[in-house]
Structure formats: C-alpha cells, structure tokens
C-alpha cells in the first residue's frame, strides 16, 4: 500500500505542515521516508495514563531506541513541542492499534478511538538524520528503491519497566560501502535525539536476524557485493514491547508512517 | 563546613567506590569537585512513587538541567546502573531533605527517612565533565581556589510537568579566558548526559543573576580580568522547583555533594 512505483511516484511535500494536512484529509496515506525534507519525524506512542509511567521508565531505560522528544498532558490530543497543536489522532498517514498486545486494526485516523486518560508520546525517529547522511553525499538504498526502510527483531533485549518487560529491539538497517558506513557512524553520532550511531554493523545474525531479506517491518532492500549493513536502534521497539507486555490497549504510528513535526531535523543536531 | 584549605586538604580517593565508603561511614562529608578523578558523579532526588511520573516528565520537558541516568524501583534504595549496589541512603557525603517546599535538614545519612514508596533518581553532573576539561589543559577556577563551584538561580523558566511547575533553572559558572570558553564548549557538547554545553555565555544579567560574587549555593569563585563566565544547566535545578511545586517529602543530596559512581565518566561522551 505504501510503495512508490514510476506510476506512482513520492509526492512533494514542501513542509511538516502541508504532510500532516494530507494525512488528515486522507489524501496521503504513505510511508514518510525522504518526505517533507528538513522536518523533525518521529514515532507516535499512546497509552493511558495509567500506563505512562512504566513507558516513561521504559524509554529511559532503553534510549537508543526510545529517545522522547514529547510527551502531552492526559487527554490532549495536540503536540506543542515538535509541531505548534498538530492533533496525533488525524495527521499520521496510517496508525496501528494493539489490544492487548494483538494488532487489531491499522487505521488511517485514531478519532474514534480517542480517550479522556490517552498520553501520547512522540520518540525520535533515523528518518530524521537521513538528510544529514544525503548532504554528506551518501545514498539511502530504501529511498534509491522507493521502498520503506527494513526494520528487524533482534536477540537485543530491552530493559523491563514496571509492567513493560524486558523485550527485543527492533533495528533500522541501511547498507553502505565500508567508507561510507564509518562516515555515517561519524554524523549519526551528533543526533542522539533521534537514536544517534548504529548500534551494530556488520553481521546480522551477531544480534539474531537470520533472514536479512525479509525484515519483520518495511521492506527488503539491496545490499550490493562489499556492501557492509549499519544497524540503528528504531522506535518500533515500543511495538515490540506492546506484543511481549499487552497493555490493554496502545496505538501507534504504523512503522515508516511517522509523524512528521514543523521543527528542523538540525535542531536535533548537538 | 566543605571547603578545603592548606590544613583541611582534599581528601585523596581512588575510585568511586572508596569516596562512598568515607561518606558511608562519616569520615568523608565534604563536596566532591575533583574527587574520584574519573568516576561519574551524579545529582540525587529522591521522591514518593505518587510524584515520580510528574518528576520524570519535568526532567524529560527539562533535559539540559535533568538529564535522567537512572530511576530506582519503588522502595529500593540501591543502585544498579551508576553503581553496582551502592545505597543512596549512606554512599553521599551529605543531604537536604525538602517538606512542602521547606529545607528541614541537612544529615549525612537518610536511613530512618528512608520509606517503601521512595524512587531514586540520579540526574547527571557536571563535575563528569571537568576531567575532559582538565586534560585539555584548562584549570578550573573553583578547584584553583579549594572551594565548592558557584550555583545561581536564574530568570530562564523550566517548563512544568503536572504538579511540578514552572520554576526557575539553576545554573553553575565557571569563569575562562576567551580561547578556553571556546574550546569549553567545543568538549563539553559531547556529555549531553551532564549538562552538555553551557547554556549562557557572558553578562550574567543577561539570564536574572545580578550578584555573581553572591551565589545561591555553593562558593564565590574570582572572575579576573579578561575572563569570561561560563554558565551550564545544574542539577539543583529540582530543588529549586521543590521550593516553588512543594512536594511533601524530597530528598535531595546537598549542592556539590554528589553521588560517585564506579563508571568511567568517559562513558558519558558521546
């Protein structure tokens, strides 16, 4: 549903704002990869209140692959930090909804389902640092292929909070020529906000992915001869966490589908 | 009480582990600026479980001032990612312990305070970073003058998070020569983990401290001609806020004494 084809190519987004207001009417349902060049992404959580602690606990715990960039008030839809009152419930082009750790639905808006006791939280997200990777003259092998980026389940454990387990983390990978992947370890580092420097390179079976050409979210990629994959912590990690910990209920952005903010990605540049 | 002179020395420790003991035994009650060279030090805040999730969402919408190392489990006063066991209860050389906003006391040991729903928290510091500083050829003008490093309330407001509300950031300074303030800040953006790079270069009026040779914690330090001073986020920012958000119980350690862990503050470098 989200691939881009010659037929069907990405569509020019000029900003955060013009993305999100395609994803409200409808319009754009796609994943967010390359799109809306220059804008803050990020990954959407929600849960209750009652549960926000433990997953605030959690992020800490676990900050490669949960670096919260915000959090709202119980029962306010509306961002003020990474957007100026974007509401989460319509401007994410597509949405996952667990029950009890079982994806039930994936919806292209959340508006029905909203609660007086919902929290949303909003992590960072590597598409973020992708411009600063294509400045450096480097190429992404998702975008070159028009496909969402491969993510994976790894044998990583996550450290448990409260009622969030310990559970797998869940990888980005992106593949590069050897100069190239020491280069991207050298710019990823200054975004920490947004999951900073790989956290593996090299074998994927080293941190337990078997079958590097079917990743459990996006899609396959290419890696060419000499090419050498980077593994970067991903904020589907949470999703992972809901299927291991089954809150009663928890809704997320669907993974590539992010939610895309009016802020610089250069701000998260330390 | 803490300041060091030519009969009172520093004392020497040679790990984190050892300034502990001294604190948990009595013999070591002073601040701890130059101390366990190499190890991390930390800020404490010490809170009922009721108020963790508004103090870990103040830190979270605060980060220069709160960055969060590690939370404890409800009821457990002993640490697992600074140190391996150590007990916040005894291991700090000295603490100030907060009713509804009022200071009550300043023990060396909080054992019979100590309650089953307390969480710990240990917050970054930025005496972590002064080794780097040091190395690079620096010296620091409060560890020159054998005294504990200047602290001020400032006019910059922390945002608030539930019952914790907007109060003032408290900063430390530290005074350099033009070409050190560069390159001060040039080392110190890669420990965003503690404090990372000053928040205010230059006229102290400029961020509401209007007597700069009266600190509100710790000791004056001399400003000499030529110099500039150097202002970075503290981590006594929370208990400025407890004066203004009155919980009723904090517990804090007292400004400059800090919590000593076994890692390496390079560690901390990103």
Known sequence: ??????????????????????????????????LATGFI????????????????LFSQRNPKPCPVLEVGEAGDPHTVTLADGADVRTDLPRYRIYERGELVDEPTEIVNRWRED??????????????????AGMTLRHQEENVNVPMYRTSIACRGAGR???????????????????????????????????????????I???RIEHPDWGDPVTIRAGEIPLFWACGITPQAAALVSRPPIMITHSPGHMFVGDRSDYEFRI
């Open 41 to 56: 992404q990020a990954n959407l959580v929600i849960l209750p209140r009652d549960w926000a602690y433990d997953f605030l």
């Open 208 to 210: 337990g992915v078997s």
């Open 164 to 206: 969030f387990q310990e559970s797998p983390m869940v990888v980005s990978m992106r593949p590069f020529t050897p100069a190239d992947a020491i280069r991207a370890v050298e710019i990823t580092r200054d975004y920490p906000a947004v999951h900073g420097s790989p956290i593996h390179v090299g074998d994927p079976a080293a």
């Open 1 to 34: 549903m989200s691939n881009r084809t010659a037929n069907n190519p990405a569509p020019i987004f000029g900003s955060g704002r013009e993305l999100r207001a395609a994803a409200s009417d409808g319009s754009f349902t796609g994943h967010t990869s390359g």
């Open 118 to 135: 919902f929290v949303l939280f909003l992590l960072g997200c590597s598409f973020t640092f992708e411009r600063a990777l294509l400045d």
